[in-house]
């Protein structure tokens, strides 16, 4: 899987945008980009992953770059609860029968402050 | 849809002792699961892969003799760790994969005194 790299920690106000960078500069082109956050003690939470088109749900946008070597996590309206380690993952898409692993790296801990 | 409930959530035990904890996939089939650790300020590292009705692969460096893994259905895996000792308290997550990406359960913190 190639390797991500993101800042280690960034702030946000409460009820701004929240724009979470990651690089994937080895991304290779069967491989999607996946975002998950941990809240303190518990276990990650999927928020979004996307392949080369920009994807919205109703956690979050995924903007990916054109040349797909890095994409920005967007979290439109942060509030408190969205406090959290965001860790950006790259890997191929498998699904129920792909089986293989998912490896984290040391990710953005994202602090919005009141 | 697509739940994993981890059991228990926290457990404290002495050290010598060994320690079962849960994983299970409520409402789809998990050929394939997975076993992390997590020690504070750390990011998860991969313990090991458990796979349905065969052995556990494991992580290099992840002694599959004290943590020991069973996958006997589709819907339950289990890690062992055995003889606990100080060092083994952790935070550990299970994950399994489904349609839409990888489902992680809740996580148990485990304390060896």
């Known amino acids: 899987d190639a390797k991500t790299t993101q800042p280690p920690s960034m702030d946000c106000a409460e009820g701004r945008a929240a724009n979470l960078p990651c690089n994937h500069s080895t991304i290779s082109g069967n491989e999607y980009v996946y975002w998950y956050r941990q809240i303190h003690s518990q276990g990650p939470q999927y928020i979004i992953h996307g392949l080369k088109n920009n994807e919205t749900n109703e956690m979050a946008s995924l903007i990916i770059t054109e040349d797909r070597k890095s994409s920005t996590l967007i979290l439109p309206h942060a509030t408190l609860r969205d406090t959290a380690v965001y860790y950006c993952?790259?890997?191929?898409?498998?699904?129920?029968?792909?089986?293989?692993?998912?490896?984290f790296g040391e990710g953005t801990q994202l602090t919005v402050n009141p | 849809g697509a739940v994993v409930s981890q059991h228990p959530s926290r457990v404290i035990c002495k050290s010598g002792t060994s320690v079962k904890i849960e994983c299970r996939s409520l409402d789809f089939q998990a050929t394939t699961m997975f076993w992390y650790r997590q020690f504070p300020k750390q990011s998860l590292m991969l313990m090991a892969t458990s796979n349905e009705g065969s052995k556990a692969t494991y992580e290099q460096g992840v002694e599959k003799d004290k943590f020991l893994i069973n996958h006997a259905s589709l819907t339950l895996s289990t890690l062992t760790v055995t003889s606990a000792h100080p060092e083994d308290s952790s935070f550990y997550i299970c994950?399994?994969?489904?349609?839409?990406?990888?489902?992680f359960g809740s996580g148990t913190r485990l304390t060896v005194v």
């Open positions: 993952i790259v890997r191929v898409h498998g699904g129920e029968t792909s089986g293989s692993r998912l490896t």
């Open positions: 994950s399994a994969s489904a349609v839409r990406g990888y489902t």
